[in-house]
């Protein structure tokens, strides 16, 4: 088996027996992308997950009503966020139920049960500036949330961390996104701590 130094001088194996590993893939293929070097628990990896679409739909649902329901003269900047939202979130979505699926499991797109299995709440908020502290309220829920997952998952499954890592990105931005619209039409950001 071919070796290779590292950074310590040390021989460690740099690849697998290649004809163990052929045989291993051909081995268990109803298991799909979940092989025997996987880590972690996949039922519940998709547990976790399941829950994670749900955040990302009640996300979705929300920017949406707010990219329609906003009004006022300095709303049309913000209803272009909120949708754009609306869309990354959807992208969100569909990736974590691809992960859920690439696991053995099915998505639970069911609406009926959305709101309890989700990390954010769908709130509506009264005017614009209610809805985007409600929008920045939800983004910090969903950084945090995402900060623990990541630990989480570590090294024992990469994949999936991963994602949540591209997905934790793009929600500290919407965060500062609202952030940044909550502090432009109320002049500073007044959250509850």
């Known amino acids: 088996m071919p070796t290779h130094a590292d950074q310590n001088g040390s021989d460690k194996p740099f690849l697998s027996d290649i004809e163990a590993l ?5 081995q268990h293929l109803e298991d799909g992308a979940v092989t025997p070097a996987y880590r972690g628990d996949p039922a519940k990896t998709i547990e976790i997950l399941q829950a994670v679409l749900a955040t990302e739909l009640v996300c979705v649902l929300r920017y949406s009503m707010h990219a329609v329901a906003a009004q006022g003269l300095n709303s049309s900047g913000p209803k272009a966020e909120f949708a754009e939202h609306a869309r990354e979130e959807q992208e969100h979505a569909m990736e974590v139920a691809e992960r859920i699926v690439q696991l053995g499991g099915t998505p639970d797109f069911n609406p009926d049960t959305l709101t309890a299995r989700s990390a954010s709440q769908y709130a509506q908020g009264a005017d614009l500036v ?5 929008d920045l309220i939800a983004e910090r829920i969903a950084v945090e949330h995402y900060r623990e997952l990541v630990r ?13 890592e591209r997905i934790l990105a793009v929600e500290e931005e919407h965060a500062d ?3 940044d619209l909550l502090v432009a039409h109320q002049g500073e950001p007044s ?3």
Do not use: C
């Not at 052929?22 to 051909?26: F, P």
């Open 191 to 193: 959250l509850d701590h």
């Open 177 to 179: 996104d609202m952030h």
């Open 22 to 26: 052929r045989d291993r893939a051909r």
């Open 130 to 134: 209610d809805m985007i502290r409600e």
């Open 152 to 164: 989480y998952f570590g090294e024992d499954d990469p994949t999936t961390r991963l994602m949540l």
